[in-house]
């Protein structure tokens, strides 16, 4: 259960400062135009009309990470299958734990978000600690669920 609390926590100041930008707010990065930038390099349309109205696609992809957490957590994610919860939570484990240390140590040493000129270096601190908490948090729920869940071995009939 600290390991729910834990990445929720980890994920709300990076789901905060994300919906500040999608409803307008420029703090801690560059002034350019986000969904027009989106646009040209390539986004899909449905990308870019989220961002415009205000929805940011990675605030999605945290919620989504909280939900997964939520389930591997509490007994209702018992009842779905194992590995439909096992799969993804293993996975951003292995994924986003070390991307998110290796953000925190790009930013340490001065490394900045993204290919633009403006951001802020508490975005890359911001950031990385949302995907190494919720990658760290996924590795203790998921080992915790896969214990809970495990079926015993029957033995073979003869």
Same mark, same amino acid.
């Given at each position: 259960?600290?390991?729910?609390?834990?990445?929720?926590?980890?994920?709300?100041?990076?789901?905060?400062?994300?919906?500040?930008? =999608? *409803?307008?707010?420029?703090? /801690?990065?560059?002034?350019?135009?986000?969904?027009?930038?989106?646009? =040209?390099?390539?986004?899909?349309?449905?990308?870019?009309?989220?961002?415009?109205?205000?929805?940011? *696609?990675?605030?999605?992809?945290?919620?989504?990470?909280?939900?997964?957490?939520?389930?591997?957590?509490?007994?209702? /994610?018992?009842?779905?299958?194992?590995?439909?919860?096992?799969?993804?939570?293993?996975?951003?484990?292995?994924?986003?734990?070390?991307?998110?240390?290796?953000?925190?140590?790009?930013?340490?040493?001065? *490394?900045?978000?993204?290919?633009?000129?403006?951001?802020?270096?508490?975005? /890359?601190?911001?950031? /990385?600690?949302?995907?190494?908490?919720?990658?760290?948090?996924?590795? *203790?729920?998921?080992?915790?669920?896969?214990?809970?869940?495990?079926?015993?071995?029957?033995?073979?009939?003869?």
């Amino acid at each position: 259960m600290k390991a729910l609390w834990s990445g929720i926590a980890a994920l709300t100041p990076y789901i905060l400062m994300k919906s500040y930008w =999608a *409803f307008g707010g420029s703090a /801690g990065r560059p002034a350019a135009d986000l969904p027009a930038e989106m646009r =040209a390099n390539g986004a899909p349309e449905a990308l870019v009309w989220m961002e415009q109205h205000g929805i940011d *696609f990675t605030v999605l992809g945290a919620v989504g990470g909280i939900v997964l957490l939520a389930a591997l957590a509490r007994p209702w /994610g018992e009842r779905l299958p194992p590995l439909a919860l096992l799969a993804p939570g293993w996975a951003g484990a292995v994924v986003l734990t070390p991307y998110g240390v290796a953000t925190l140590v790009a930013s340490a040493v001065g *490394f900045t978000v993204g290919d633009a000129e403006g951001w802020s270096p508490w975005v /890359g601190y911001v950031g /990385g600690l949302a995907f190494a908490g919720l990658g760290l948090s996924l590795a *203790f729920c998921a080992r915790s669920y896969q214990r809970r869940t495990r079926r015993p071995l029957t033995p073979a009939a003869s």
